[in-house]
């Protein structure tokens, strides 16, 4: 195919220049743009076109329960936190929306046979969310819930077992498999909470800001830096209706699952960060 393009190329490139050597040169002109636009043209389409994973050929289940990984995808974005020009970390989540349904959710699927839990979190991030970055080895927790969704429905009764983790963002691609469906929200924590409309959500989130506190504490203690006086003290608002990264190790273990009616005093003087109140 190539060979045949190149060679009609020159053909058309010899006729202009036999017939009108200005006329050839500004044919030859055209032939390059066209070409040209049309490499990159199917660069962005292939880009846009890897294919997601589909099926349930390859799935994990466990207890009847379908095996899920997921993350919640973040990053710190500086601002001016007082007049004198004194800036601060504000650490924002990413969302996705879901298909057919007015929500945002954080990027999670099916766990499959030929992947690690952690492989299939971060393939779901780049898949659904068209992000890159660095994941916490350690989960937030582990979470078992019903899908809201008949065409969702996970185990034999619709049950999921999910493992959420975090994900530092280090790359946001433009182009990404599922970006026809899903587009992305980068959220304060306050925000991602009011938006969130299942228990389980609240939960991770609620694990991942102590995560986070708790990892800005101990780079506050290596670099001999007072921690930030911002506190966290309403997350009460969320509203319930029942290799593509790399891997951080950690020795802390985050598995608890608290109620939604204890989610306040999880988060109280322990978190000592700004979360873009």
Request: glycine share 6%.
């Amino acid at each position: 195919m190539n060979d045949t393009c190149n060679t009609f190329v020159f053909f058309c490139f010899v006729l202009c220049f036999k017939t009108n050597p200005v006329s050839g040169f500004l044919c030859v002109l055209k032939i390059v743009f066209f070409w040209v636009s049309f490499c990159v043209f199917s660069f962005l389409e292939s880009m846009s076109s890897v294919p997601a994973r589909t099926g349930r050929q390859r799935q994990r289940y466990e207890d009847n329960l379908r095996l899920v990984s997921g993350c919640i995808p973040y990053r710190w974005r500086k601002e001016n936190a007082d007049q004198i020009g004194k800036t601060e970390e504000m650490i924002e989540v990413l969302m996705i929306s879901s298909p057919k349904r007015d929500d945002l959710v954080f990027p999670k699927g099916g766990w499959e046979n030929d992947e690690t839990v952690t492989e299939a979190a971060c393939r779901e991030a780049l898949e659904e969310a068209g992000v890159k970055g660095i994941l916490r080895e350690t989960p937030l927790g582990i979470w078992e819930f019903r899908s809201k969704s008949s065409q969702d429905l996970c185990g034999m009764e619709g049950g999921c077992r999910g493992y959420m983790f975090a994900l530092e963002v280090t790359e946001e691609l433009e182009h990404w498999p599922e970006q026809k469906n899903r587009a992305r929200r980068w959220l304060n924590i306050k925000e991602a909470f009011r938006l969130s409309r299942y228990d389980w959500m609240c939960n991770a989130l609620e694990e991942f800001t102590k995560v986070m506190a708790e990892d800005r504490k101990l780079d506050n203690q290596d670099n001999n830096v007072d921690p930030p006086s911002v506190l966290v003290t309403d997350v009460s608002e969320c509203q319930s209706m029942s290799p593509n990264c790399y891997k951080r190790s950690s020795n802390m273990q985050h598995h608890g699952v608290p109620s939604k009616s204890n989610l306040l005093q999880h988060a109280s003087q322990e978190i000592a960060i700004h979360f873009g109140y």
